[in-house]
T-cell receptor, first 114, second 109 residues
Framework: DTAVSQTPKYLVTQMGNDKSIKCEQN?????MYWYKQDSKKFLKIMFS???????INETVPNRFSPKSPDKAHLNLHINSLELGDSAVYFC?????????????FGPGTRLTVL | GENVEQHPSTLSVQEGDSAVIKCTYS??????FPWYKQELGKRPQLIID?????GEKKDQRIAVTLNKTAKHFSLHITETQPEDSAVYFC????????FGAGTILRVKS
């Protein structure tokens, strides 16, 4: 009965590679998010999608490209990985993206760039 | 944009004591204030939230207070237990969730 799931849980790769992280939610929510948690535990939003449409796009390098094939899935593709991309990436979802919506987080993907 | 400051960054309490974590926010339009608990290696999990039309909310040992005039809100945990040890994040939302930097809570038994 996993609500928000992500794959993979761990990702270790070399600088310059391209990688993807997948996220799925079975809560029937319309809105999904990507957050980055750095080594100091600071959580910051990267993107949000509402029903497959991009709503929030923070100042994130354009090497990061989210893709939402349907409202239950939001994937994150990262090109030309850099050392500074090492972090934990969390996917989240909420009912309709309203400002008072509760957000539910996935288990996270720990990305290590060597 | 919204800025959320959270204090203290670390907090150690004896089991059974109370713990208080405080946050301030900058955007008076923010109207939703959740608190998340994150255990080591796990996902952030919502423990309590408050909306701007309410001044206080309580759920068993956890309570949150909101002062909209002063733009600050606080988390209160009473009768702390070792399993309360974790990182706690406050957040404020107007268009998007903006998180505080987190408080590491250690409950010593």
């Amino acid at each position: 009965d996993t609500a928000v799931s992500q794959t993979p849980k761990y990702l270790v790769t070399q600088m310059g590679n391209d990688k993807s992280i997948k996220c799925e939610q079975n809560l029937g929510h319309d809105t999904m998010y990507w957050y980055k948690q750095d080594s100091k535990k600071f959580l910051k939003i990267m993107f949000s999608y509402n029903n497959k449409e991009l709503i929030i796009n923070e100042t994130v390098p354009n090497r990061f490209s989210p893709k939402s094939p349907d409202k239950a899935h939001l994937n994150l593709h990262i090109n030309s990985l850099e050392l500074g991309d090492s972090a934990v990436y969390f996917c989240a979802s909420s009912q309709d993206g309203g400002s008072t919506d509760t957000q539910y987080f996935g288990p996270g993907t720990r990305l290590t760039v060597l | 944009g919204e800025n959320v400051e959270q204090h203290p960054s670390t907090l150690s309490v004896q089991e059974g004591d109370s713990a208080v974590i405080k946050c301030t926010y900058s955007d008076s339009a923010s109207n939703y204030f959740p608190w998340y608990k994150q255990e080591l290696g796990k996902r952030p999990q919502l423990i309590i939230d408050i909306r701007s039309n309410v001044g206080e909310k309580k759920d068993q040992r956890i309570a949150v207070t909101l002062n909209k005039t002063a733009k600050h809100f606080s988390l209160h945990i009473t009768e702390t237990q070792p399993e309360d040890s974790a990182v706690y994040f406050c957040a404020a939302s107007q268009v998007k969730l903006v998180f505080g930097a987190g408080t590491i809570l250690r409950v010593k038994s």
